[in-house]
């Protein structure tokens, strides 16, 4: 059974900076066979990516929208992987979630993730 569960999310004001985590559990769960990913989830809209990186941290994807401002990483010997947010806006809100991906390719698309955390919640308001 592979868990995967964020946090590090709250309130935060505009220009502000939050660092998500994502810890991996399970007996049988290589974390570093895995490329993982952040999306973010915006209220009554989809799921969308924001970040990726692979196993070997060599390889990063990041949307446009949070180019410059967002930073992914992971430590394999803690099974965790990081999202560090600056100059956050408004338009950052969102429930945010990490995933892995078994190809450990960095990619885009949401369908190609295997595993899914619950979500931490990031809101950008003064």
């Known amino acids: 059974q592979v868990q995967l569960r964020e946090s590090g999310g709250g309130l935060v004001q505009p220009g502000g900076s939050l660092k998500l985590s994502c810890a991996a559990s399970?007996?049988?769960?290589?974390?570093?066979?895995?490329?993982w990913g952040w999306f973010r989830q915006a209220l009554g809209k989809d799921r969308e990516f924001v970040a990726a990186?692979?196993?070997?941290?060599?390889?990063?994807n990041y949307d446009d929208s949070v180019k410059g401002r967002f930073i992914i990483s992971r430590e394999n010997a803690k099974k965790t992987v990081y999202l560090q947010m600056n100059r956050l806006k408004p338009e950052d809100t969102a429930v945010y979630y990490c995933?892995?991906?078994?190809?450990?390719?960095?990619?885009?698309?949401?369908?190609?993730?295997?595993?899914w955390g619950q979500g931490t919640q990031v809101t950008v308001s003064s």
């Open positions: 399970g007996r049988t769960f290589a974390f570093s066979s895995y490329a």
């Open positions: 995933a892995a991906d078994l190809l450990n390719v960095p990619r885009p698309g949401l369908r190609a993730y295997d595993f």
């Open positions: 990186i692979n196993w070997g941290a060599d390889s990063t």
